[in-house]
């Protein structure tokens, strides 16, 4: 039996970029699987395809199809606390939402309990559903693991736009993180394509198959084994802070995906600049959001100063322009 999908029901979307794949490899892509795994699924019965068609692990799969991976026969549901999500703003196109760690974004390969997506139908509609209805709202995701900031659309036609400033790389994203080593450095940038990691599928990886990915970094404070930084989002790769500063060398504190475990319970990184434009009134809008405290009192335990936070960029006042 594969152990991820044993106790939670998970239902998919097909995207652009999973139009002419077969099901195997749409799956073994987007459940960060081997191809292995996603075969076994579908030879168990577990995998449903709508509009109907015969399942097997050749078909291939349109963009709209509705996948859903049943769980194991017999496995039960078990519903995992979680903290809510900080309401930042809200109009009629769009909400921005300060994320916790610890919440999962939509429904995802065994994961028990709720998701950002199952809250925000409780807070009530509309939401758009260009994602699928499973992800009503999200134009775009952060790690469980991961706290900040995250746009969701109200509308379709907001969501079209807030994708399309993605891709165009007009909405910034900037991240607080803290990493394992030193910069001789004060700023820089890694220009590395990001793709999945073909020795362990559930990893991304820095690849030559990869996609075209880009970060920029700037130091804020050093201390004796790690540093702050900011960074700047120049793409939007699956894991790609994560990926992109394991590859130079410098990983997350406490990433125990690509680099070291720890005792705290999350890697050590913090969305905290959301810079776009509004999707009606085209009216430029920057949310910024203070370090949580978990991550404010890791920084002052390595002797960060406690001054120094007023004075990141992020501490302006939304709304304002830097």
Do not use: N
């Not at 139908?121 to 559903?129: Q, V």
């Amino acid at each position: 039996m594969v152990e991820p999908f044993e106790m939670a029901l998970h239902e998919l979307v097909a995207t652009e970029e999973d139009d002419g794949l077969r099901l195997d490899a749409v799956l073994a892509r987007r459940l960060g699987i081997g191809r292995g795994e996603a075969h076994q699924l579908i030879l168990e019965g577990r995998v449903a395809v709508a509009p109907g068609a015969a399942v097997k692990p050749s078909l291939t799969i349109r963009e709209g199809a509705a996948i859903t991976i049943a769980p194991a026969p017999g496995a039960a549901e078990v519903e995992e606390a979680v903290d809510e999500p900080r309401l930042v703003y809200q109009d009629e196109l769009i909400a921005v939402v300060d994320k916790p760690a610890g919440l999962v974004v939509h429904p995802a390969p065994g994961h028990r309990g709720k998701t950002l997506a199952d809250i925000v139908r409780e807070w009530g509609g509309p939401w758009s559903e260009v994602a699928g209805r499973e992800r009503p709202g999200i134009v775009h995701r952060l790690d469980r693991g991961t706290s900040g900031l995250m746009v969701l659309a109200r509308t379709d036609t907001a969501h079209v736009e807030l994708s399309q400033q993605l891709r165009a790389r007009t909405m910034g994203r900037e991240y607080w993180a803290l990493v394992r080593g030193h910069f001789r450095e004060a700023r820089g940038r890694i220009d590395a394509a990001v793709g999945r990691d073909p020795a362990q599928p559930r990893r991304m990886a820095v690849t030559g198959g990869g996609r075209e990915a880009a970060t920029e970094f700037f130091v804020l404070e050093r201390f004796a084994d790690q540093t702050s930084i900011r960074l700047r989002l120049l793409s939007g790769r699956t894991h790609q802070i994560r990926v992109h500063l394991a590859y130079i060398g410098r990983p997350l504190v406490a990433d125990g995906l690509y680099g070291q475990g720890g005792d705290r319970s999350r890697p050590a990184l913090h969305a905290a600049m959301l810079h776009l434009r509004h999707p009606g009134s085209g009216r430029e809008m920057v949310f910024c959001s203070r370090l949580p405290a978990d991550l404010e009192k890791l920084r002052l335990s390595l002797g960060g100063s406690p001054e120094a936070t007023a004075a990141y960029p992020w501490s302006v006042s939304p709304g304002a322009i830097w």
